[in-house]
C-alpha cells in the first residue's frame, strides 16, 4: 500500500521569501517521488522527480526536492518566490519495484501556493 | 507537438443524459489514463490501459466505462450521467517503464470540465 499526505492545502509566501510545500509518504517497498504543478486551467506537469539516483533533486524553475528514507518526506523547496509560481502542486508516489510494466501512481490532495506582492 | 489532447473542453449534461470525453496522444505511448480531479480530493484514477485492445479498472470506475480501440486514443464514458460525476476530467498518458528508471512519467491533457444538472 503507498499514499501521500501533504500537510497544508493552502500556503502563502511574500514575493522573494522561500517556498517549503510538504509531502511525507507511506510505501510498503522503496518509491518513485514525483512533484507536479498546475497552473490555472491547464493539466498537471512534472517539476521533478527521484528515481533513487541522487537524494537532492533539482527540477524546472528553480524547484528542489530533498528524499529523506528516516523522515520518510519529499519536501518541495524554492529559495525566491515568484509570482509567476503561484499555482497548485502535487507530491506523488509509485512503487519502485524490480519488474517494469505498470505500477499505480498515488497523488495527494495538493498545495495551492499563493504568493504574495 | 500536440500531446496530449481532450475534447471537449466544457460540457454540461442533464442528469440520465450520456456523453463521451475522448482522449488522444501523439506521443506512441503504450499507457493511458483518466483521472477525475476534485477539490480536496486530489486526482483519483477512473480507469487505465496498458496497450491497445486493454482496459483496466482504477480507484473510481463506477459509473464510467472506457475502450481503447487505437494505440493512440481513450475514450472514456458516462452512460447514465449524475451529479456526483460533476468534475474535471484529465486523460495522461506515459511510456511503458522497460528501464526501471521511473521514467514513466504522466503527460497531461488540459482537462474537460463536466458539469451534471
Known amino acids: 500500500a503507498q499514499s501521500v499526505t501533504q500537510l497544508g492545502s493552502h500556503v502563502s509566501v511574500s514575493e522573494g521569501a522561500l517556498v517549503l510545500l510538504r509531502c511525507n509518504y507511506s510505501?510498503?517497498?522503496?518509491?518513485?517521488l514525483f512533484w507536479y504543478v498546475q497552473y490555472p486551467n491547464q493539466g498537471l506537469q512534472l517539476l521533478l522527480k527521484?528515481?533513487?539516483?541522487?537524494?537532492l533533486v533539482k527540477g524546472i524553475n528553480g524547484f528542489e526536492a530533498e528524499f529523506k528514507k528516516s523522515e520518510t518526506s519529499f519536501h518541495l523547496t524554492k529559495p525566491s518566490a515568484h509570482m509567476s509560481d503561484a499555482a497548485e502542486y502535487f507530491c506523488?508516489?509509485?512503487?519502485?519495484?524490480?519488474?517494469?510494466?505498470?505500477?499505480?501512481?498515488?497523488f495527494g490532495t495538493g498545495t495551492k501556493l499563493q504568493v504574495i506582492p | 507537438n500536440a500531446g496530449v489532447t481532450q475534447t471537449p473542453k466544457f460540457r454540461v449534461l442533464k442528469t440520465g443524459q450520456s456523453m463521451t470525453l475522448l482522449c488522444a496522444q501523439d506521443?506512441?505511448?503504450?499507457?493511458m489514463y483518466w483521472y477525475r480531479q476534485d477539490p480536496g480530493m486530489g486526482l483519483r484514477l477512473i480507469h487505465y490501459?496498458?496497450?491497445?485492445?486493454?482496459?483496466a479498472k482504477g480507484e473510481v470506475p463506477d459509473g464510467y466505462n472506457v475502450s481503447r480501440l487505437k494505440k493512440q486514443n481513450f475514450l472514456l464514458g458516462l452512460e447514465s450521467a449524475a451529479p456526483s460525476q460533476t468534475s474535471v476530467y484529465f486523460c495522461?498518458?506515459?511510456?511503458?517503464?522497460?528501464?526501471?528508471?521511473?521514467?514513466?512519467?504522466?503527460?497531461f491533457g488540459a482537462g474537460s470540465r463536466l458539469t451534471v444538472l
Open positions: 506523488a508516489v509509485r512503487p519502485l519495484l524490480a519488474l517494469g510494466g505498470y505500477q499505480k501512481v498515488t
Open positions: 506521443m506512441n505511448h503504450e499507457y
Open positions: 527521484y528515481t533513487s539516483a541522487a537524494t
Open positions: 510505501s510498503s517497498v522503496p518509491p518513485y
Open positions: 490501459s496498458v496497450g491497445e485492445g486493454t482496459t
Open positions: 495522461a498518458s506515459s511510456v511503458r517503464d522497460r528501464t526501471h528508471s521511473g521514467a514513466n512519467v504522466l503527460t
